[in-house]
């Protein structure tokens, strides 16, 4: 069966425009008991792209039903959701962002499918992880971590040290073990006035830094009570003080600089890539831009030492509307994007697959990358991102750490003030 690309631009944007205008809302979407209506915004070359786009030729071929799938950017899924999936241009099946904000909101509302029953026939939740599942189920009022699933995740994410080999080996320095190492390392660059660490206090790195310090002093209830708001958070005990403190003490070392708080992430990234710093930590999306940016030295990757959990999730998820057409045909396209061949696709190709076999995957580098995550999936490691519990608090922290660093705040002057203003937004969540 061949399949129906469309792509929604100019004059159909217009046509979805007035139909949200026009408060049509009644009735699911007209059924062609053939046909699989399917949105996700991945480019035909991404490592998801890639996958499902074998995932449409293996459904056409198995089900002999035809895909028409529309091709739809990030930002025109994300600000039209909540007003399509109440109408009767629902599509069967699309991808969207996990959390909160976005998944749980549509949750909440009644737009998207209870796939328990699904999950339960297929067994994906054998598939996943504890912490993967997290961002798939959601409650009643759309908080991530119980309740039924609503989405079933299609990839990972995580964040990890990068470090250039060569500038190692050049100084006679092994990958450190232990926390201790990891700072003898960092000295020994310092040393030989090279500062070790490629930051952004401006965005996301420091930030995720801070939270991967203070989850080497955490368990799982602390990230519990962090991100799903099961107990309060005590921003004077000793994870938090840890973090922020030893985030002092690395830029008073010199480890990281001060000129972190004007670096934005692409800042810092770039500065790894033209191998200015020796070690940058941060996220896996990095990995396939360094495999093919990176072209004057040897890099690898390790997790961050001594540490059981890192930050990071399941990746964007396939959802069924409830206004759904043909589920069934839905639940038999998920099932076969979650196989081992379609999941290998993802591997092979600079992504992190969530049920993939690791001996379908070949190139060296993506092996040391799902090699990683598979560890920290296997001992319930995916701890989720430091912003992710308020709308606000990636600013805030963003702001908290520039002031650290640039020594206008203590330590607990500067937990104090991300105290305060975590409580007043999980307030503003939960009441």
Known sequence: M??????????????????LLSGCSAGAAESDPDTLKLWHFESETSAMGIAWEEAIKVFEEETGATVEFEEKSFEQ????????????????????????????????????????????????????APSLQTTARYDEDGIMGSGP???????????????????????????PTTLAEFESVMKAFTDKGITPLAESAAEYPLGQLWYQLALTKADRSFVDDYQTYTGD?????????????????????????????????????TAF????YPIFYSGSWWHNRFTTEVSD??????????????????????????KAAN??????????????????????????????????????KSQELIGNFNTLTEQDGIAFYPDWPTATFYDELNA??????NDTKSPAEVNEQLGGQYQSGVDDIVG
């Open 77 to 128: 899924i994300r600000s039209t959701a909540s007003q399509v999936l109440n109408s009767n241009e629902a599509p069967d099946i699309l991808e969207y962002n996990k959390g909160n904000a976005t998944a749980g909101l549509l949750a909440s509302q009644g737009l998207l499918t209870d796939l328990d029953e699904a999950v339960a026939e297929y067994g994906w939740d054998d598939a996943l």
């Open 273 to 276: 890539i033209n191998g200015t």
């Open 327 to 364: 589920k069934d045909l839905a639940y038999e396209f998920i099932d076969i994007t979650m196989r081992p061949e379609i999941q290998a696709l993802i591997g092979n190709n600079g992504g992190i697959p969530v049920a993939a076999d690791t001996a379908d995957i070949t190139d060296p």
């Open 297 to 322: 030295f040897e890099w690898g990757t390790f997790l961050f030492p001594e540490a059981e959990m890192s930050p990071g999730s399941a990746g964007n998820m396939w959802v069924v509307p409830e």
């Open 233 to 269: 958070i005590d921003w004077s005990g000793p994870e938090l003080t840890y973090a922020t403190e030893t985030i002092k003490d690395w830029t008073d070392a010199g480890y990281i600089s001060t000129d972190a708080t004007g670096f934005k992430a692409e800042d810092a990234g």
């Open 2 to 19: 061949k399949k129906t690309r469309r792509t929604l631009t100019g004059v159909a944007v217009l046509g979805v425009s007035a139909l």
């Open 149 to 175: 699933f609503y989405g079933v995740p299609n990839y990972g994410e995580f964040v990890e040290v990068y470090y250039n080999k060569d500038m190692f080996e050049a100084n006679g320095l092994a990958v």
């Open 400 to 405: 908290g750490l520039q002031e650290l660093i």
